[in-house]
């Protein structure tokens, strides 16, 4: 009588069991990378206007701390106009700052090129960059609109802790939002900052 081992022989092979079993994994697997990808190219296809969107908001900053620290406005008129400031509430396009230098006040201006041409949509700010031969100042130049881009600067009063407002500083909050075709959602980049009657 022979006895029979019962483990497995180094010659047996996969059960169909264990091989749907891998199958399942693998496609799983493959599946979360697939939709890493997706995300990757989302987010690389909207990258120019979000930096845009960042530099634009901080430039809006910059410039209001720059008015208050050469004294080019009071700080009084830091304020929106519904306060009695200088500085349009609710969402305005990226018109160019007008004699007063800061944006979204009332003397805003429509932009023009560094060519001198004015922009489209309105005048609202552009850019000119190089088109397909890669070299910028040819006549394949393109001009990119910051049309389906909006700037909120809101100004507020900052509290102390006992309730009281503090006449000395004020909250800055500027968000530039924009809405590129194929996004189901606007985006969205929001400075914040403090502004002082100090400088």
């Not at 349009?88 to 006040?105: E, I, K, R, S, Y």
Request: glycine content about 10%.
């Amino acid at each position: 009588m022979k006895l029979r081992p019962t483990g497995r022989n180094a010659e047996d092979g996969f059960s169909l069991l264990e091989v749907m079993i891998a199958i399942v994994v693998m496609t799983i697997g493959l599946l979360a990378v697939i939709a890493s990808f997706a995300t990757a190219l989302r987010a690389t296809q909207s990258a120019e206007e979000d930096l845009i969107a960042r530099q634009k908001a901080l430039e809006a900053m910059e410039s209001i701390y720059t008015a208050r620290n050469s004294q080019q406005i009071p700080f009084a008129a830091i304020q929106n106009i519904a306060n009695g400031g200088i500085f349009l509430g609710g969402a305005q396009p990226m018109l160019c700052a007008g004699p007063d230098g800061l944006v979204g006040t009332a003397d805003d201006v429509p932009c023009t090129t560094a060519a001198g041409a004015a922009c489209p949509n309105g005048g609202v700010e552009c850019f000119v960059l190089p088109g397909p031969d890669g070299v910028l100042g040819t006549a394949d130049d393109v001009t990119m609109s910051l049309g389906d881009f909006t700037r909120t600067i809101t100004i507020s009063q900052v509290f102390q802790p006992n309730g009281q407002p503090n006449t000395n500083l004020n909250a800055i909050t500027i968000t530039v939002s924009y809405l590129k075709p194929g996004l189901r959602n606007p985006r969205t980049f929001t400075a914040n900052g403090l502004i002082s009657s100090y400088h």
